[in-house]
């Protein structure tokens, strides 16, 4: 008989999906070009071209069995090594090979990090907004997740409803700092008081509380704001990185976990990836993508235009009167809506060709998330609908 | 707290694992090309280079950010049809790109399958000899995975004892025809009347008992036999299948699920297989594979040599005594060890340098499995060391 709780999680919709898809159909009437799509966070600009040359080099010149082949058990030693190195010159953290799991992008890091430290029962924190995918990526490990609702308007952490929801029951705090949706970092101020509760928190539990740190936006960071780091504020941490969004190849499906070497049990960790590894069915990244991208690990695309567009976007928002945190970095940002309802307002903004997300599902409801991966030249066609959008349907603003 | 659950395997040590690193060990002794390494199922031929062609094609002339970009959640379009028309033409099934989930692998294809159609407390039927892997993939999901013992010597099904563990509980049946480890093919008699059974008991518990059908070895058929596929003899079948042997790009991690269109809730399961994604961290196997793998979809490596190796070793073997089943297909060979006791023949063989891994593993005890995907150099050298090793440790037979 097929499974009453995969059947039934057909029917809960993601929101972004259903406007994205409404996007496609509206691009299919009056052209793509005309709709002006902030649903889906897919890179906008392409990979460097060096990958590109690497990848035909590998063709060019490796055996193709050795190419192509399996990789060991805890995935290529070189990309593991690359990764190790990389991460320790640029913060100072004395990560070896033995500390990296590669794995086939973030959501398969968070997978596999969420297993290895929590069991059925065990909640995991997460402060909201959230991207929505954390909900099933941790209910179908059998742990819960916990939302504590967003700080306003400063998008950090609000402590005093942080601690009234930290238990003995608290396996690991998720944390994801650019954030989706917001764009908005944790200061270190923010990390370091988090970082001083649970220190204190796991000598009152007797048990650790690990940090997950998801990080896919990591490199896209604004104003010449210095990269961040988390395992830097707390030894128990597990990184969880893709290079989705810094080399634009979210297709190829590459990442992984690195396991704080301060980390309590830290040589245990990445062999349990591998256990955990056999019972979902993943076995690595693609060879040759494992390959590649340790051939360019300290590059990104030229990821400048996300940046141009934010500021495009954030002052004509701030001028047309929304109330809007300044984005950090990351490709989202995060406005209030111009009405409680920020499904109602996101429907009428589909008059104006104009694809907004409403937040409700992120766990934060009345704002809105735009995904400006896309070409400046549409952001600034965009902001002529805004106005009229405005305009036109809350004038008194 | 790391998972204890986790932790603890770390401990099961694989026996495959075991003899592939004390062949590498002893590699690094005497040159790895006087290692008779029979361990690991790791295609020794090279992928064709006409796949080779078309990743070089994709690369110059794809837009990197379509070529690199996310797949839909169920896949990629074009692969999806290529895989139906494929399986449509060659096997008279009517398949349309809705019935085909891409996976990372036949591993990853396992992993949805189960938990597409069962829940914890279920129970899936395998037939030994089994690849020890089902054990891991089929526990980690919460069902149990239920052994019927081998059928000596024909290596069919035992129905008797099939039938004896048959319940209401049973939520499918695991079969891998060709097999690893034995390289048995199951008849059509053997099929028909599995069907025939699952059917009347299908109709006596009021439910749906799946086939799965895990076939990464069905290119690699001997003797000019016809190819076989399994969900032509029972409607509720899933088709598990890895491009990992015929393409000979196992670290590429690339596969399906077919769902027979015929089967219960066929329009449901793909659909489901991608709520499954969310919560493993799987997302669709590496987009420019699952493109090149479309662009040589009836393409196969020269897999002749696994025909040739097979010949070489079985008439050693009979010859020198062995009672060995005739492998119908795969890179695998199954005999009988010259003593009860099939791990201590496995390490007096380690004395000619012959890597053979025992069967108790496997679900059979008292045999040996050799995977012979080497070079046929290789295996001829092999059988000389191999007729010491019988004259010298088993002087009687």
Do not use: W
Not at 184 to 194: A, G, R
Not at 263 to 273: G, R
Request: proline content about 7%; hydrophobic content about 40%; overall charge negative.
């Amino acid at each position: 008989m097929i499974s009453k709780l995969f059947k039934d999680m057909l029917q809960g919709k993601s929101v972004i999906r259903e406007f994205a898809e409404y996007a496609q159909r509206r691009g299919s009437e009056i052209g793509y070009e005309n709709v002006f799509d902030y649903s889906l966070g897919n890179p906008s600009v392409p990979a460097p071209e060096k990958f590109t040359q690497v990848m035909e080099d590998l063709l060019k010149n490796e055996n193709p069995c050795a190419l192509h082949g399996y990789s060991p058990t805890l995935g290529n030693n070189v990309f593991r090594k690359v990764v190790a190195d990389s991460l320790k010159r640029r913060f100072g953290i004395a990560y070896g090979p033995e500390h990296i799991f590669p794995a086939s992008g973030a959501a398969a890091a968070l997978a596999h990090a969420f297993r290895c430290i929590s069991k059925p029962g065990d909640e995991i924190i997460a402060f909201a907004p959230i991207f929505p995918e954390y909900q099933p990526y941790v209910n179908q490990t059998g742990a819960k997740l916990v939302l504590v609702p967003a700080s306003i308007p400063d998008f950090q952490i609000d402590f005093a409803e942080f601690e009234k929801v930290i238990s003995e029951k608290t396996a690991a705090v998720l944390i994801n700092t650019p954030s989706n949706p917001s764009g908005i970092l944790f200061s270190d101020d923010t990390l370091k008081k988090l970082a001083d509760i649970l220190n204190k928190k796991q000598k009152e539990y007797g048990h650790e509380i690990f940090i997950i740190s998801d990080e896919p936006y990591r490199e896209i960071i604004f104003d010449g704001k210095e990269i961040p780091y988390v395992a830097k504020f707390y030894d128990n941490t597990l990184s969880c990185y893709s290079f989705s969004k810094s080399l634009s190849l979210p297709g190829e499906r590459i990442g992984y976990v690195a396991v704080n070497p301060s980390c309590k049990d830290a040589e245990y960790i990445v062999p349990m990836c591998g256990q955990v590894s056999r019972g979902i069915g993943h076995n690595c990244p693609a060879s040759i993508i494992q390959l590649a991208v340790a051939k360019v690990i300290d590059m990104t695309s030229d990821l400048s235009v996300y940046e141009e567009n934010m500021n495009l976007i954030y002052d004509k928002l701030v001028e047309l009167g929304f109330e809007v945190p300044r984005p950090d970095g990351t490709f989202y940002i995060f406005p209030k809506a111009l009405e409680d309802d920020a499904v109602a307002f996101c429907k009428k903004a589909l008059k104006y060709d104009l694809i907004l997300v409403p937040s409700d599902s992120f766990g934060c409801p009345g704002y809105f998330r735009m995904a400006y991966c896309i070409d400046t030249e549409k952001v600034k066609r965009s902001l002529i609908a805004f106005e009229k959008f405005v305009a036109a349907e809350y004038p008194n603003k």
